[in-house]
Structures are given as C-alpha cells and as structure tokens.
C-alpha cells in the first residue's frame, strides 16, 4: 500500500521555482487501480515519478508498505524498485542491441539472481505476455 502524505515537489528553472507538486495526501491499497489525468505540466509524471521511488519529494513523504521511499539510501531504492514495483514506460526504454529475452533479465540483475534463474524467470515473463516467440 502506497501512503502519500503532503507530498510536494519543487524544481529551479532559473531562477524561478516551479512546484509540480503541493502538499498531496494519497492512499492507494493494494490491489487498487488509479488513473492520474490532467493538463500537461500538471505533475502527473512527477507523481508517478515518486510513487516508483525515481524521484525525492522536496517535502512530505511517499511510503510503500511502511517504508519511506525518501530515505532509503539509492542501494536499498534500487532493490526495493527491482523486487516491488513495476514500470510501463510510454516509450519502451529497450537495449536496442539486447534481444526481447536480454532486455528482461536486466532488469532482475537488481535481485542478484543466477544467470540460469534471470533467463526461466525472463522466460515465462515473455511467454506469460505472449511475447515467447521473441525468446
């Protein structure tokens, strides 16, 4: 469960501030979908920044299951990201000279697994999405 409290997110561009987030308070259960929606610069891709841990809020704190992703040194973020959170980039974000079954292996490198478990896990990923063609 995501607990979201008085978020905000400020950036210098120049020498203004601007603030793409103020002060947000959010509570999203497991299990739980959510659709964030509005005009650009609107901070919907800073939130979802946060709620994956790819970002730091300038104030406020973005917990996962108790643990304030904030003030984990980037090691632990790092781990945590690999073992609970998934990500859907708008652009694929994909190792061009990587085939389908090397770009999802590297993204379980984080977990510290063994090559032979990083292929089967990457494997039945593929094939579970009906991508197992592109092995």
Known sequence: MYQLRGV????????????ALAGIDLTIGDGDRLVIQGPTGGGKSTLLQMLGGLDRPTAGSVELDGTDLAKLPE???TKVRAESIGFVFQSFNLIPTLNAQENVETALVPLGLKVADRRERAAEALKSVGLGERL
């Open 8 to 19: 905000t997110k400020q950036y210098r561009r120049a020498k203004d501030t601007v603030e």
């Open 75 to 77: 090691a632990r973020l």
